[in-house]
DNA sequence: CATGAATGAGTCTTCATTCAT
DNA sequence: TATGAATGAAGACTCATTCAT
């Protein structure tokens, strides 16, 4: 066995480490509020050890938004090849809803710095995956309410993370949670198809996502 | 006639113009990042002037947040003494629509700052008050996917004064905009209660809304 | 009387003394190894106190330096408006060993960190008063050997008043050798009219000049 | 044959590399200014690389300051050994200048790092030569005037490699410069000796100095 | 012959805040 | 009603240097 570092510092993660408490005090206190010092204390480095392997503070937030994309992207990509349909609209939320859920603390994140974080280079990254999955489930040229519906759809699920778990302080789970806020998103897309009449396929309730990524087994009645 | 201001600067007015500048730096580039220099020389003071008329930075911000939370307090009190109808319910959206409207930046910057106002003493203010109105719209004890409903509602409509407004660069009209949303939010609260079987009224459209606080005129069908 | 100061700090001065001190520590050990906080702490104020005062520690320098250049650019203004003889020249010099030596401090700066000094925007700003002198000196299209000749004379008064006086440790009067070498880069240009055949007064020895600027009395008509 | 680098990068002469880079940046950018990164990286290696060719960055200046002084040092002994001429000093002149131009990198960067080389063990060694030098030219106890303008030449000659360059914009030819600025330094000495009335040898041109090392063949009249 | 990882001291700079006037 | 002058604390970042591998 190699030397597992009893030596005092778990050896080669610190790169990891300092993602995830970057992450972890981005989200608790916000971006500007949290310095590198806080950071580098709690990992039980120097600032200076920080800089090593992250150029700016900037940087280590590049790297924690890059880490989560990449379900994202497959999302995008996965969509992009399937047919406009009602039934895609409703694969992609279910899709998402998971994809959120593991990265549930950047997206929080994000909406939660949004004003910081539009004077970051990231913006426009993050800015421009949004805008598309937003199109995927809304045709380009659809009528403005459903459009409108669509990103309220999105918005809803993002809010779902964490605002409106907020409001339901109660004793509920977080995967009762994350199921219903995804029907009622589901709901919201379906109800624009129903409305502008389009290729709807039946559309009564949130039955048919059996197909399965939108959670394990059928979703209660 | 009044004194005009010949001498370059309104006087008298500043702590006005300090509550209007700091508002707008805030809404656009966040509160860390706004610091009271800018504050000051945007307005062609010296940062000492702002502390003659405000105790700290936060105060400044918690004197621009109740600048803006009649309307809203007003609109508690008037949801308080309805009976709990949908509606009410309806009307409460129609009128926080506007409400929203009117404070939008406030809203936008509330939104958009989040984690870091978790840390400053508004944030209980603000949480309850969005907490109480979101009571008003779905009954304590009701279903969690209609409290959920409740909730995702009114986030739509924060959403809708600048995040959504982003995803609709095109040429639609801002009122245009506030009612397509004001729509959607409707629907999902109307939803909640035919699914739940509440005392229902008719729900077809937003016509009986004709109370008018909702928009000016019948919107189109 | 008004209060003179005796609660501990000189008021008022405090902008002049940063220039002071900071031009003093620049000299000495040049301006990259000069710290913000030794001329801080020398003067008894914090590093904040600094930036009340400069926007940046180059914005110290480009005080100091627009601080002496006043008598230079008198001295080129003069110069632009002489004929083009040989007595103008001698006049030049003379004048200008009193502003170096006036200046010797900055000069002596500007010349021990031509390298750092080459990055800032000062640099410009100072190179090109000297070539003006110069050009000032050797008429523009002169022969090549007497344009380095009135080049070589102003960097050797440059030199005199900190290289040069250094290979003199001995007992020389700071007078004595601002003289020893005025007459020195004298000659120089003196002997470059001589050699192109410039309408050259006497120019035999450094004599007449005996009563102008460079000493004591009245620069000659 | 030798080993071509097939490898991307010289192997084994980093130690030279490291030298080269250094002093290419020490002199464009200061020494302070100049980071071992920067040199590290330029040549492709890390910073912990250097330290295993040189002990301190300082070291590594002394490393470069030493590769050049071979031919100062033997010109020294040569001077020593030679009759005190005017004809002996202008030797002495045109040697200097041939070294100067060789190591004008590192007679440019000591120059014009002055201020910041005080603090360096390394310049007590190189003002020392320079002294010599001095006094190789001027006997000890010549008269003040003559003194200052052995040291003036050295400075002419110094100033020539770099600073009198950037006044001669146009298309002047190193050689051309050189032996232009070679030509004000000896006739400032021979006018020292003259007026001195020291055992000049003839002193019309620098025609002499045939034995070459002024430069190939007679100086243009 | 070199690197990966890290450090401690220090850099310039900005901030919210204070207070005598 | 304001300002001029200043402060203490902290910020992000860089540097020369070290050392186990």
């Not at 989200?27 to 590198?36: D, Q, V």
């Not at 995967?175 to 290729?199: I, P, S, T």
Request: with cysteine; net charge neutral; proline share 4%.
């Amino acid at each position: 066995m190699t030397d597992t570092g009893s030596t005092r510092v778990r050896r080669g993660d610190t790169r990891q480490r300092i993602r995830d408490v970057a992450l972890r005090l981005f989200a608790a206190h916000g971006y500007e509020k949290t310095s590198l010092r806080e950071i580098a204390e709690e990992i039980g480095v120097t600032k200076a050890a920080l800089y090593y392997h992250f150029k700016t503070k900037e940087d280590i937030l590049v790297a924690i938004h890059d880490d989560f994309t990449g379900p994202i992207d497959e999302l995008i990509a996965w969509g992009r090849e399937q047919p406009r349909t009602v039934e895609t609209a409703r694969e992609i939320l279910r899709r998402y809803s998971l994809a959120l859920e593991d990265a549930s603390d950047l997206f929080r994140f994000m909406q939660e710095n949004a004003a910081v974080i539009r004077d970051l280079s990231l913006h426009e990254r993050f800015k421009e995956r949004s805008r598309v999955i937003a199109r995927l489930i809304s045709p380009p040229g659809a009528p403005l309410e459903e459009r409108v519906r669509a990103v309220a759809a999105l918005y809803t699920m993002h809010a779902g993370v964490f605002a409106i778990a907020q409001h339901l302080d109660e004793e509920v789970g977080s995967e009762e949670r994350r199921l219903a806020v995804l029907r009622v998103a589901e709901e919201m897309v379906v109800r624009a198809a129903e409305k502008c009449g389009r290729e709807a396929a039946r559309t009564d309730g949130p039955d048919t996502g059996g197909s399965g990524s939108g959670g394990r087994g059928p979703a209660p009645g």
